[in-house]
């Protein structure tokens, strides 16, 4: 009884969710308190039903119903319970779920937290994020039910996608849903702005802290992604600008640029219509990544079964809505009327490097989708089946951050309005020549890569150290930091570390890939990887060849690695979990090939330099969004 | 021109410019990092010319697969039901990798074979690449063979 249950909660949420929508949105227009009073409660009660829903389909993967389609195709009585709760939104019908929640959880939470608003824009807000609500759960509903039975039950699953069963991949979807959802807030604010015709600053003061919390999510989900893809796929990569990857890097990128000009537009009053444009674009790449990754018309990693039906009902949803967005901006932008004069600025000051940083990291995303969607579009055009190489996104990538890495220490030191460059020039030379200097001695230090490996430490350095002098100056002032200071310096740092991480393991990453036989040592640099032979476990839903290789660095004993190869005895299916000797300093990472004859064995073993970096820096970056969210400045009335 | 007026000409121009420069970047870059999906018809027809790098799509041939004991080297042959291609490849392959599924790999020609430096798999058991099914259902509605719809169950 309990999936029916489940699916009854589900129509009663849709419901709610119409109800959010039709009469708070209708009140505002003809200002009706009462109507407008709905948006709350039916928040509240939209958010209790679908957690309802979500502990429904949960219970039918502790309890193994494999009468439930879903839980069939999707788990097996050998699965160990916490990929069981995890399961939930291991594929495509119970991730939407999770996406239909999540909205949820932020309309409940902009329902609690509005109180100081106007009523109308309240109403407003709540009214549009019920519209997003609406087209999901109807998705879910009539696409993808994840209740739908499978009768007669079978007596067993098939099982989770043994890549899934991992913890990494645990927490993976959830944060990156928070995240890419979250972006709904800023969207629906803008909407509201837009239908009331006018932006202040103490509109943006209310929406800042969603944006930062939002994209400090995405941050995590997105640096938990690519850890997961580094230790999981064996192939030691940590980025591959595959499609899906890419669909959560572009909302990123927009969610970046938002940040930064809702700063200006808050402080300054300038840049308002761009914000607004911004705030859209950002859900609506957000909705186009859920299209692209859900609809399968890319071949990605992370293409589930792709139905039609799906993909068409994703792309009239996202039509309507990106379109519906636009065409109201169009129509409304201009009576938001233009900047004040009064506000304007002269070509040094924050205002104009905080537009170069919103062009530069608007051209990055705009490269992004061209080569994300590009395969899409020769193929529509007859060109032929294409794939857009690593190489294309990589060499644009640094020809567009190289400028915003250069100017970024400025940032925060030249004043608002009008400054004189000599001034910030003056500061920041020391340190520049610094950068340099670090840069030079790693230059003839690199073993390899001495060039990228220069470009790494400079760069990382000239930001870390511009952004040093910030607090420097700050401390040797009032030393007062407010919380938002304290997340940039967060964010600015986090951007350091990962540009040195993500540069030096590029230029020192050694890789080779061998025929070994045990008791055979591979000598790579310093590193003595010795290959000791292969054994048999048993796991909790595999068996697993397991290996056994001991490292030295030097002389010394270093690690004794266990990497595996993992055989599901659900599906046949074969999974790599590399053995990985994790440093600050670097990694040496071993993953199996395959079986050779004789013992020997095809082993890829990795040094990998600083790669931890990368993901400390994303952590570093997400922290800093927190940490600006909780500015007392925005809790004011 | 008055002042205003000169300020939004060097705005103009410079925005003129610094899309020009996108764009020439952008073109040259897709230009040299796209690869192209043959089959292996296609490929011995000559579609895919005899230089470039390009990527080539099919099921690997039942019992083709063969490597010299103790070493990386593996020999194997791609079809897409109408002509076969044989492929060497000194990298690790996929975890998915197996007679009679379908691959995607790329490299170039070399005396008639395919050197890869990429071998890659279908990612689960049912999935088949989007472009590889269709490539290969363009090749066997002729035959009657029966392809796995790209993801069906």
Known sequence: ?637 | MRPVQRRRMVWVLLILLASGLATTLVAFALQRNIAYLYTPAEVLRGDAGTQARFRLGGMVVKGSFERAAGSLDAHFVVTDGDAMLPVTTARILPDMFAEGTAVVASGRMQDGRFIADEVLAKHDENYVPKEVADKMGQAHTKHDVVVPAPGAP
């Open chain 1, 1 to 637: 009884m309990l999936p029916e249950l489940g699916q009854i909660l589900l129509v009663t949420a849709l419901l709610m969710a119409l109800l959010q929508t039709v009469l708070p949105l209708w009140g505002a227009q003809r200002n009706r308190a009462a109507w407008m009073a709905v948006a709350r409660p039916a928040a509240y009660a939209q958010l209790g039903l679908l957690l309802g829903a979500f502990a429904v389909l949960t219970a039918a993967f502790v309890t193994q119903d494999f009468s439930v389609r879903y839980v069939a195709e999707n788990s097996n009585s050998l699965l160990p319970m916490a990929y069981r709760y995890s399961a939930v939104w291991g594929a495509h019908e119970g991730s939407l779920l999770l996406w239909a929640l999540v909205l949820a959880l932020w309309c409940g939470a902009v329902a609690l937290w509005s109180k100081r608003l106007p009523a109308q824009v309240a109403a407003r807000v709540l009214g549009v994020l019920g519209i997003i609500s609406i087209g999901f759960l109807a998705f879910l509903i009539f696409t993808s039910n994840p209740f739908a039975r499978l009768i007669p039950a079978p007596l067993e699953g098939r099982d989770l996608n043994p890549l899934l069963q991992d913890p990494g991949l645990i927490i993976h979807p959830p944060m990156l849903y928070i995240g890419y959802v979250g972006f709904a807030v800023p969207f629906a604010f803008a909407i509201a702005a837009l239908l009331e015709g006018r932006v202040d600053a103490r509109w943006l003061r209310w929406t800042r802290p969603w944006t930062n919390v939002a994209w400090g999510f995405l941050t995590l989900g997105i640096a938990l992604g690519s850890w997961w893809a580094y230790y999981e796929l064996g192939w030691g990569g940590w980025w591959f600008w595959d499609p899906v990857e890419n669909a959560s890097f572009m909302p990123w990128l927009a969610g970046a640029a938002l940040i930064h000009s809702q700063a200006v537009t808050e402080k300054r009053g300038s840049f308002a219509g761009w914000t607004l444009l911004l705030a859209i674009a950002a859900f609506a790449l957000s909705l186009l990544g859920t299209f692209l990754v859900r609809s399968g018309v890319l071949t990605s990693v992370h293409s589930f079964a792709a139905d039609p039906a799906r993909g068409t009902f994703i792309l009239i949803f996202l039509a309507l809505v990106i379109g519906g967005a636009l065409l109201l901006y169009v129509l409304r932008a201009g009576a938001l009327g233009s900047d004040d004069p009064r506000r304007g600025f002269m070509p040094t000051s924050r205002e104009t490097l905080l537009l170069a940083n919103n062009l530069l990291l608007a051209a990055a995303c705009g490269m992004v989708l061209l080569g994300t969607l590009y395969p899409l579009l020769a193929d529509a055009l007859g060109l032929g089946k294409v794939s857009v190489g690593p190489p294309y996104f990589g060499t644009l990538f640094v020809v567009l951050m190289a400028p915003l890495v250069a100017l970024l220490p400025f940032g925060p030191l030249v004043n608002w309005q009008r400054d004189q460059a000599s001034r910030a020039l003056a500061m920041l030379a020391p340190w520049a020549v610094l950068a340099v200097l670090l840069g030079v001695i790693a230059y003839f230090m690199a073993p390899q890569g001495a060039l990228k490996t220069a470009a790494g430490v400079t760069g990382a350095a000239w930001v870390m150290l511009g952004t040093a002098r910030f607090a420097w100056t700050r401390l040797r002032g009032n030393g007062r930091f407010t919380a938002e200071m304290i997340g940039m310096l967060l964010g600015h740092g986090g951007l350091a570390v990962f540009l040195a991480g993500a540069l030096l393991v590029e230029a020192l990453n050694v890789q080779r890939e061998v025929a070994m036989a045990p008791g055979q040592t591979l000598e790579i640099g310093h590193y003595a990887v010795r290959f000791e032979g292969v054994d048999h476990q048993q796991g909790p839903n595999y068996v697993a060849d397991r290996g056994h290789v001991r490292v030295r660095y030097r002389d010394r004993a270093l690690a004794l690695l266990h990497p595996e190869k993992r055989q599901y005895a659900s599906g046949g299916q074969t999974m790599t979990e590399a053995g990985i000797h994790a440093r600050l300093s670097g990694d040496v990472y071993v993953a199996l090939g395959e079986s050779l004859g004789n013992n020997a064995w095809a082993v890829r073993v990795h040094i990998k330099p600083f790669v931890r970096w990368i993901w400390l820096g994303a952590l570093l970056m997400a922290l800093g969004g927190f940490v600006t969210a909780a500015d007392r400045r925005f809790r004011r009335p």
